[in-house]
Each structure stands twice: as C-alpha cells, then as structure tokens.
C-alpha cells in the first residue's frame, strides 16, 4: 500500500476525514492534498470557509512532521498564521501542498499552499509543530 493510502486510512472517523481531505501524493519533503469546496463549507454563498482552508493545511503541517519525527514521539501544533489571497468557489476544489522551512528537533515549520483548480493562490500558511519527546 502506498504512504499516502496509508496516511488516509488514519483519517478515519476524524475531523479531516469529515472535511473530505484526500491525499494526493505523499514524500517526507512534500504532501499534496484536495478539498472539494461544498455548501456545507462556505460562508457566504459560494465561498469557502477560511476555517476549512486552515484546517487543511494543519492537518498538511502536522502530516508533514509525523513523518519526519524521530522514533516514538508525536507532535502538535504550536502556532499557526495564514494570509489569505482569495476564495476557493463552490462546486470546485482547493489543493494544498505543504513543504518543511525547517526541521529540528524540538519545532517544525511547514508552509502550505493553497490554490484553486486554476492555480490561483487562496492562503498561504505557515505552521509551527511542536516535536514532543517520548512519554
């Protein structure tokens, strides 16, 4: 089974699973994923929610860490900062791609891009992941 397949499975029963969240290609340097944009996701008519668009991307983010964390320790986010550019539509997708700006031993930054199908930039978000040791 690939990583990515494997990633999805964890999903199940979760919040980004709820969203709709589907990998679309998975390396320790670069996660991809989309979103359709449903009503149900929108704020106003047409337009996605900046919460959905930010949940993509933590969930990109602390993917992005899982799999480079050292043996036995896991990870949450510490801080998250978006700037948004435009909308994602309704009845379209959104496509995250999350690379590392650094990783060590106690943080993470990942940087997640967020377009429409058209390649429009919708956010641009940068998220630091707390490494937490062992318990």
């Known amino acids: ?8 499975l964890t999903m199940k029963g979760l919040f980004p699973e709820q969203l709709g969240i589907r990998f679309l290609d998975v390396t320790k340097d670069e996660l991809r994923a989309e979103l359709d944009v449903t009503r149900e996701m929108c704020t106003l008519p047409g337009r996605l929610h900046g919460g ?3 949940s993509l991307a933590d969930t990109l983010g602390a993917y992005g860490t899982f799999l ?30 999350a690379t590392p700006i650094h990783r060590g031993r ?12 058209d390649g ?11 490494v937490l040791l062992p318990k």
Not at 1 to 8: C, E, G, I, P
Not at 106 to 117: A, G, L
């Open 52 to 54: 959905a668009i930010m």
């Open 68 to 97: 480079n964390l050292p043996e036995g320790h896991s990870t949450t986010t510490l801080e998250s900062k978006t700037n948004f550019f435009s909308s994602g539509v309704e009845g379209e997708k959104v496509i995250g791609t």
């Open 106 to 117: 106690s943080t993470m930054v990942w940087q997640t891009r967020v377009e429409r199908d």
């Open 120 to 130: 429009k930039l919708v956010a641009l978000v940068t998220q630091t992941q707390m």
């Open 1 to 8: 089974m690939a990583l990515k397949d494997d990633l999805q």
